[in-house]
Nanobody, 116 residues
Framework: QVQLVESGGGLVQAGGSLRLSCAASGGTFSVYDMGWYRQAPGKEREFVATIDWSGAVRYYRNSVKGRFIISRDNAKNTVDLQMNSLKSEDTGIYYC?????????WGQGTQVTVSS
């Protein structure tokens, strides 16, 4: 059973930065691909970024490319999302995710609010 706990959300002005962190426990973190997703009010949850187990392969949704950076520390069992040049459309609840076999694991989410 994998547990994921996000932290680092908050209220920030447009153009500002936030760093989200996800702490994992209960599994073998170093072999898991990890991802960040977000859900805005009234919208479906959407993919934001993913990083493979080694940290060598990363993918981003187009709207965050060049602004967000996903990284991981396998010694600390954490995956971070550095968010720069934030926009109002980045507002939402951000979730950490991993899939082990056929099971998706999610954290409880952390709220990010960008004021314009």
């Amino acid at each position: 059973q994998v547990q994921l706990v996000e932290s680092g959300g908050g209220l920030v002005q447009a153009g500002g930065s936030l760093r989200l962190s996800c702490a994992a426990s209960g599994g073998t973190f170093s072999v898991y691909d990890m991802g960040w997703y977000r859900q805005a009010p009234g919208k479906e949850r959407e993919f934001v970024a993913t990083i493979d187990w080694s940290g060598a392969v990363r993918y981003y949704r187009n709207s965050v490319k060049g602004r967000f950076i996903i990284s991981r520390d396998n010694a600390k069992n954490t995956v971070d999302l550095q968010m720069n040049s934030l926009k109002s459309e980045d507002t939402g609840i951000y979730y950490c995710n991993t899939r082990v076999g056929l099971v998706d694991y999610w954290g409880q989410g952390t709220q990010v609010t960008v004021s314009s």
